[in-house]
């Protein structure tokens, strides 16, 4: 079983994606605001999934941050939004995927289920 952590601002959003990935046979740590790079190294996830606006902060750079890091490069990253850019924006932050909302979702647990093979 693996674990993902979900950081997300809108409590319902975060909740519907929690129930998808546990769905999907997963654990969730879920978040309604961004953590210091030192609290997700602790969390260990397996994958992480973030809005692209966190109480109004981009995630971008600690989604840079997470994929600079050599204790954890190797965890895929997920960038979910609704910003037109959102393709250059997971491209510029190093995310290894994106998706624009609103997103099917089959969409994202063919995406989760992909980047955790």
Same mark, same amino acid.
Not at 42 to 63: K, M, R, S, W
Not at 65 to 78: A, T
């Given at each position: ?37 030192? *609290?997700?190294? *602790? ?75």
């Amino acid at each position: 079983m693996k674990t993902a952590l979900i950081i997300n601002d809108d409590k319902d959003t975060l909740d519907i994606l929690g129930y998808i990935i546990n769905d999907m046979g997963h654990n969730c740590i879920n978040s309604q605001s961004l953590l210091p790079i030192s *609290e997700i190294r *602790e969390l260990a996830a397996d994958i992480i999934l973030f809005d692209h606006y966190v109480n109004l902060q981009t995630p971008g750079n600690l989604c840079f941050q997470i994929k600079c890091d050599p204790l954890l490069n190797h965890v895929p990253v997920i960038l979910l939004s609704a910003h037109l850019n959102i393709a250059n924006i997971a491209k510029n932050s190093l995310a290894d995927a994106y998706l624009a909302k609103p997103f099917d979702i089959d969409d994202l647990t063919d995406l989760v289920n992909n980047l955790l093979q």
